[in-house]
């Protein structure tokens, strides 16, 4: 899903899609370091019971788990949250930059 960005003609125009860009990219930075640290938290719970956390989400219960309730919530809410992380970047890696001008004239 690509999604491309276009700035009509404008005084501003030049100023503006950097500005946009920039921003956009400031947000996929930020996007990655939380996706980084959402996967250092899930590592421990991956690691004491030898188990992906996709695993998790499909086949294991509370029950499964020696911290029961506590611990399944805490890990698939990580998990939860770094799939929405990972969605978000997608989605903002996936912006392509134009100008309706430059469409013009292909």
Do not use: C
Not at 15 to 34: C, F, G, Q, Y
Not at 44 to 50: A, H, I, S, T
Not at 60 to 80: I, P
């Amino acid at each position: 899903m690509n999604v491309t960005i276009y700035v009509e003609p404008s005084q501003a125009a030049n100023s503006v899609l950097p500005l946009v860009r920039s921003t956009v990219e400031a947000e996929i930075t930020r996007l990655e370091l939380a996706l980084e640290m959402a996967q250092k938290r899930l590592a421990p719970f991956e690691q004491r019971y030898q188990v992906a956390s996709e695993k998790l989400m499909a086949s294991l219960t509370a029950e499964d788990l020696d911290g029961g309730d506590d611990e399944y919530v805490t890990w698939a809410g990580e998990y939860s949250l770094k799939e929405r992380l990972q969605t978000k970047l997608q989605q903002l890696q996936a912006v392509r930059y134009g100008h309706p001008e430059l469409l013009q004239q292909n």
